[in-house]
């Protein structure tokens, strides 16, 4: 957890208090992963969660897994780090939880990462969310359907 | 629940202020906070001497922000009902939130007296209890808990994990074993089941009852009960090696084929066939290439594969692995190969591999552009890059920088190319000119936190914290007192060691002092932090992650950068202690930097908003709930001024030094610095522990040889012989120390004969010199034998040899200065700082210039 923090505070602006690494580990262990250096320093990590059946809404939500943070090392990339990442977490939350789909926010400026998302990994995207992030842009809200995988 | 003792006059209340004393406790529970304070108010009319009354109201207080006001009405009712449960519960609670711990799990036991049966205050004690890690009086709360409410799952699992915690797993698993008994109508699939059932195995495993533990595991999982497939492929490895058993081989490649990535598979597949990953193998190499081949899309079996083998295998492997990485132009290609290193023949083969290619991709000036070389200029930049590394990491920065200036010249636009040339310049001395090469590759893509945050990194390295502080506020809040508060409330223990450390070479002990004690304070709140999950982990029924959390808690001070925060500030202290005038010469004429002035005028004006806002008129939220901890305290010590002028240094060390001593037992460097504390303040038992310690790992090591000596030194010259027992025991060390006969002097002169060639050994030597008085020429002399033939002196040691002349006052600093300039030709570390600052100036307006044009993230 130490790793995974350090890493995103050295790769992302959204960053997060210990607790909050923590509290994702404690609730949700089987569904977050990360990659190592042969040191066992983190290179890469995903932070996922899921969010439960939303009984009380008009629609309700079925049980889906979402990401809520992920990043690689810049002097660890190409090595397919993030995909690897985000398929071992898909498979945990189908299978533990019955995920029904997985879903993500990316920045609509961040080509590289939807296209991991889209065109490698199968997201599709939902709906644009406006001003979504702390500087004021705009994120895509994409989502995977997890009966395929 | 009380039980049938009365109730004292002083507690009773006629029946109109009975319920209104209930109707307190609910608008209590729903944090109706006003109306709350009008019902004590009026119970208090009547009777004002009402404890539980009064502590009610002071706990309401308290959620209103008038802490001190409320918690003397706490103080108060507890003084006027000493037996009454609830006012133990609400002082308890108070000082919970405080995060006194101790003191509140005493007021609990104190309300548990007088309401044996009390379900919230049981609960909230046995959360205190783990925390405190008092485990025996854990599983006792938690015995009382289960007999008071059998029919709640969850107090099974607590009692069970309370006797895990506190090391009885034959009770554990019989508690587990009666629970699932009482089980009725589990669900087809449930995951607080699964996890349960989990958790059973895991304690079986760890009473080492395999064959039951797997018996539990495969009836579940066929019955799916136990649902996480992943956990039980590994358990199922795990279980079936340690049996010996013939199917676990078929485990482990099937957790192989799940995660082809998974370096402990591949290890937990091998231990299993008896074979190592680190000799030499065929039947390995084998079973390695089989995989390589059967999953074709991952790196493990290749790279393993590359440790194993030897020879012309190892030839053919690495070429081709070599090939490939660089053909896909993988940025971490060398970091990952260069751990091969320790190995001289691999090295070579691996150097000649490179060059190889780079022959091979060099593009001629007469290949036509639209050739099928066309790939080639990416992989001869790549492999560029690569030997750039491979030379750097060899020590032959000229080399590496002419192997890199060549790859900027084919492609500017890389940043990597750019970093790569910044760590080459680092490790050669020149951080001024690493730090703008870090710039280069930052201005490439401004976008990237991550070449902002290395940037950063470089500057501090550089000593150019104003800089580097800029430089970070393009990716910290812009609500932020100051880019440094915002990585500090983040938690960033990269950007606080790295200040530290700025700070401290700036010669600037006590900002230096400010941020250690900063990176202290994030310890302090991770440590805090697993409260909630005592009581939060058993209602999720996450059990086999909770043990684990509690292990790393456990640990938690054992991280590389604590541990170098302590040290680093128990470095600072010894020095203030030994030299008084550094911290007088501080706390009298501070000096801020532009951007401290700046960070401090906007802290002052964001205090003197907040101290403004009351003025308003009264708060409009009245009802709003501000909880049971205290604010935070303005930081009034903003420069490090009360922590460098502290009277008892040498205590402050040995606080920051306490769990050291216990969590990282074979770090020589703890021990010496320990042991440096202990010998001033004259702990001499203590001081013989570290130095026993610190021999122990290396007797030969030159901080060990200079506190052996340092010791022996002491207890020949103590005025009295401290009592026995420990005045002969000290004597008998020193005896062993420097055997009788020999002076210490000679000794040194034996040990220095022994390591001439090792530059920290011989400067060890010439502290010790020193310290025996020897004249300065002499021990002059000494130091300058790191500069011999054969030595191998390296900047980080020169740099410390440096200091050490200086703290001497000797005459020859200039000219070990000049040689070293000289020596390393690419430094500016040895400059004269006049020099040094100049290029400062030079380097950092020029950096100005560029960022005028850099478009900064939004």
């Known amino acids: 957890m130490m790793g995974m923090q350090a890493a995103n505070l050295q790769n992302l602006p959204e960053n997060y208090v210990m607790k909050f690494w923590i509290y994702h580990a404690m609730t949700w262990p089987q569904i977050s992963y990360v990659a190592e250096d042969h040191k066992g320093r983190i290179v890469g990590y995903v932070l996922a969660k899921i969010e439960e059946r939303n009984e009380n809404e008009n629609e309700p939500q079925p049980v889906h897994g979402h990401v809520n943070s992920i990043s690689v090392l810049r002097s660890y990339r190409r090595l397919g780090l993030a995909k690897k990442l985000m398929i071992l977490s898909q498979q945990a939350m189908k299978e533990i939880y019955k995920a029904e789909y997985v879903s993500l926010h990316v920045r609509k400026s961040n080509k590289a990462a939807i296209g991991l998302y889209r065109d490698t990994l199968g997201f599709e995207v939902a709906k644009v969310e406006k001003k979504y992030y702390g500087d004021g842009e705009d994120a895509l809200s994409m989502r995977l359907e997890l009966k395929d995988i | 629940m009380s039980k049938a003792l009365p109730v004292p006059a002083k507690r009773h209340l006629p029946s109109k202020e009975a319920t209104l004393f209930k109707e307190l406790l609910t608008l209590y529970e729903t944090r109706q906070l006003k109306k709350g304070l009008k019902t004590a108010d009026q119970i208090l009319k009547k009777f004002p001497e009402h404890g539980e009354t009064i502590c009610m109201k002071g706990l309401l207080l308290t959620h209103m922000g008038r802490r001190e006001e409320g918690i003397d009405f706490v103080k108060k009712g507890v003084k006027l009902d000493l037996t009454s449960h609830i006012v133990w519960h609400v002082f308890g609670l108070i000082q919970k939130g405080e995060k006194n711990y101790e003191e509140a799990l005493k007021s609990y036991t104190q309300a548990l007296r007088f309401d044996k049966e009390n379900l919230n205050i049981l609960r909230d004690a046995a959360q205190l209890q783990t925390q405190l890690r008092l485990f025996d009086a854990l599983v006792e709360t938690r015995h009382t808990l289960l007999k008071i409410r059998p029919s709640l799952r969850q107090h099974w699992i607590a009692l069970a994990v309370a006797y895990h915690l506190n090391g009885n797993l034959s009770e ?41 533990a797997l018996s539990l595991l495969d009836v579940n999982s066929k019955s799916r009960a136990i649902v996480d497939r992943t956990a039980i492929m590994e358990c199922r490895a795990r279980l079936l090696s340690k049996l010996k058993s013939d199917e676990a081989e078929h485990a482990w490649r099937a957790l192989i084929e799940h995660n082809p990535d998974c370096y402990d598979y591949y290890r937990g597949y091998f231990s299993n066939q008896g074979l190592s990953l680190e000799n030499s193998s065929q039947e390995a190499l084998d079973i390695l290439r089989q995989f390589s081949s059967q999953l074709s899309k991952a790196t493990a079996p ?19 692995y070599l090939l490939s990485g660089l053909t896909k132009g993988i940025p971490s290609l060398f970091v990952d190969v260069k751990s091969l290193y320790t190995n001289a023949s691999k090295r070579d083969v691996i150097e000649e591999l490179a060059e190889a290619a780079r022959v091979e991709f060099t593009p001629s000036s007469d290949t036509p552009p639209s050739s099928a070389e066309d790939t080639d200029p990416t992989i001869y930049l790549w492999t560029l890059y690569f030997l750039a590394q491979h030379h750097s990491y060899l020590g032959r920065p000229k080399k590496a920088l002419e192997t890199i200036t060549i790859a900027l010249e084919h492609t500017p636009t890389l940043p990597e190319v750019h970093t790569c040339k910044a760590r080459i310049l680092k490790r050669a001395g020149d951080l001024l000119g690493a730090a703008k090469s870090v710039n280069d590759a930052r201005l490439l893509d401004g976008q990237d936190r991550f070449l902002n945050t290395k940037c950063a990194k ?3 390295r550089a000593g150019c914290v104003e800089e ?34 700025a700070h401290y070479r700036n010669g600037k002990p006590n900002l230096a002092l400010k941020k250690y004690h900063a990176v202290q304070k994030v310890f302090n709140e991770i440590e805090d932090d697993q409260y909630d999950f005592h009581g939060y982990n058993l209602r999720k029924f996450t059990l086999n992650i909770y043990m684990k959390l509690v292990k790393w808690e456990d640990q938690l001070r054992s991280h590389p950068a604590h541990v170098k925060a302590a040290l680093s500030a128990s470095r600072i202290y010894i020095k203030i202690h030994d030299d008084p005038s550094i911290a007088t010469a501080i706390t009298s004429s501070p000096q801020l930097t532009g951007a401290e002035k700046k960070a401090k005028k906007k802290a002052k004006k964001a205090a003197q908003k907040v101290q403004e806002e009351p003025k308003k008129g009264p708060t409009p939220s009245a ?22 002028g502290v009277s008892d240094p040498l205590e402050q060390a040995f606080k920051l030094l306490q769990p050291l001593t216990t969590l990282v037992t074979d770090n020589i460097d703890v021990w010496t610095v320990v042991y440096d504390v202990a010998i001033r303040r004259k702990k001499y038992l203590q001081a013989l522990q570290a130095l026993n310690h610190a021999r122990a790992l290396n007797v030969e090591h030159p901080e060990v040889h200079v506190r052996s000596m340092h010791f022996r030194q002491t207890i020949d010259t103590l005025p009295e012989e401290p009592p026995a027992p420990i005045g002969p025991l000290l004597k008998e060390v020193a005896q062993k120390v420097v055997p009788e006969g020999l002076s210490i002097l000679t000794f040194n002169g034996q040990y220095l004969q022994r390591h001439i060639s090792e530059p920290l050994a011989v400067l060890a030597a010439a502290k010790v010199a020193h310290g025996l008085k020897e004249p300065v020429q002499e021990v002059e002399q000494v130091v300058f034998g790191v500069l011999g033939e054969g030595t191998q002196l390296d900047i980080p040691t020169a740099l410390k040899v440096l200091e050490f002349l200086t703290e ?17 030709e ?15 100036k030079r380097t950092l307006s020029g950096e100005e210039e560029e960022k005028e044009e850099d478009i900064s993230p939004a």
């Not at chain 2, 502080?469 to 990585?487: E, I, Q, R, W």
């Open chain 2, 458 to 460: 470089y500057l501090l």
């Open chain 2, 826 to 840: 690419i430094s500016t570390v040895f400059k004269p700082l006049t020099e040094l600052e100049a290029l400062q």
């Open chain 2, 623 to 644: 009802n709003e709930d501000k909880g049971l901890e205290p604010v935070q305290p303005k930081d009034d010590d903003p420069e490090g001024l009360k922590l460098i």
């Open chain 2, 172 to 212: 554990a698993r019989k508690t587990l074993e009666h629970y699932e008994r009482t089980l009725k109508n589990v669900a087809d699939y449930d995951i607080e089941h699964s996890e349960t059932l989990l958790y059973h195995v895991r304690i079986l495993e760890e009473m080492e009852d395999y064959s039951e």
């Open chain 2, 468 to 501: 580097a502080s800029n430089m970070l506020g393009l990716f910290t809040k812009k609500d932020a007192v100051s880019p440094g508060a915002d990585l500090e409330d983040m938690q960033s223990l990269l950007y606080l060691m790295e200040e530290a450390d």
């Open chain 2, 302 to 320: 290749r790279r393993l594969a590359l440790t194993i083998a030897t020879g012309d295998e190892f030839r053919d492997l690495a070429k081709s």
């Open chain 2, 808 to 824: 001497i006052k000797s005459g020859r600093v200039e000219e070990f200065r000049s040689v070293c300039n000289k020596q390393f």
